[in-house]
């Protein structure tokens, strides 16, 4: 690591007052440009022990940054990981403020939750597949701490991967009903359609982004616990939101995810 438990410990306040102030900064590599992957995790899970220090409860894991479209977007090339806290759950159908958010932007996600846990490395689609207990469609709104969404790889990382708020909806299947690779997701915002995609978007299957999660934990000595809601990453581009803007995302065989933002 390139940087000190002092200036970790300092980042992650910045970063994490940002988000609670809603107020945007720029990328924490412009001042810390020797800052590695390590540094990046450490400044994240930095912010985790905060949060649950105040008591929030980590409700989840998050894979970021796992379809082409989102890559392509973001003009990065590898997938990213971070966790959603409880106070970041909305309710399916609510309305959302925008009063604690700087500028944000919806993805349609397939997510899952675990009945056994998983381990890497060499974890792969298979075990995941074994592993999911159900099935269920999720909207995360992503929230950059970063001026206009600028950042590298490294500076997202630290930020908890833009997570800001998500939602759960729809109704929740048996993997065994399902192929998660042709499973179509409709993205419609104030009625229109803005995005579409197949769950295959996400990394080839998105048993295959938890597979990654499993791998890169492993590779710190941790493992994803049975009973785990996990997101598997936008399987379109994220599309920016604003007030007054009612987003709705039909995913198939799953019902789907609505809510609205004021
Ligand atoms: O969940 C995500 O894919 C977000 C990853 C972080 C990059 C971004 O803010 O788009
Ligand atoms: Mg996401």
Redesign the pocket.
């Known amino acids: 690591m390139a940087l000190d438990q002092h200036t970790i410990a300092r980042l992650a306040e910045h970063l994490e007052t940002a988000e609670l102030q809603a107020r945007d900064v720029t990328k924490i590599t412009d001042d810390h440009p020797e800052m590695d992957w390590a540094d990046a995790y450490a400044i994240q899970e930095a912010i985790r022990a905060r949060k649950e220090a105040r008591g929030h409860r980590t409700v989840g894991l ?6 082409y479209a ?1 890559m392509k ?2 003009g ?1 090339d590898s ?2 990981f ?1 966790f959603v806290s409880d106070y970041m759950a909305c309710p399916e159908g609510s309305t959302i403020p925008m009063a604690g958010l700087i500028h944000p ?1 919806v ?1 349609a ?1 397939i997510c899952i939750v675990t009945k056994a846990p998983l381990t890497g490395p060499g974890c792969h689609v298979g075990a995941v597949l074994a592993a999911i207990d159900f099935v269920i469609p999720g909207v ?1 709104i ?3 701490r ?1 001026r206009d ?1 600028k ?1 590298d790889l490294k500076s ?1 990382i630290a ?1 908890n ?3 800001s708020r998500f939602v759960t909806g729809g109704r929740a299947r048996r993997p065994d009903d399902l192929d998660l690779r042709t499973l179509g997701v409709v993205l419609e915002k104030n009625g229109e359609i803005v995005a579409m995609a197949a769950g295959a978007a996400v990394m080839g299957h998105p048993a295959a982004a938890v597979a990654a999660l499993a791998n890169h934990l492993g590779a710190r000595g941790q493992s994803i616990p049975a009973g785990t809601f996990i ?1 598997t ?2 399987v379109t581009e ?1 599309i920016a939101v604003q007030a007054g803007d009612q987003v709705n995302v039909r995913f198939q065989d799953l019902g789907s995810v609505s809510m609205r933002f004021a």
């Open positions: 998050k894979c970021g940054l796992t379809s989102k977007q973001m990065v997938p990213v971070g932007k993805e996600e995360e992503i929230d950059s970063y969404f950042f997202v930020d991967t833009s997570a997101m990453g936008g994220a």
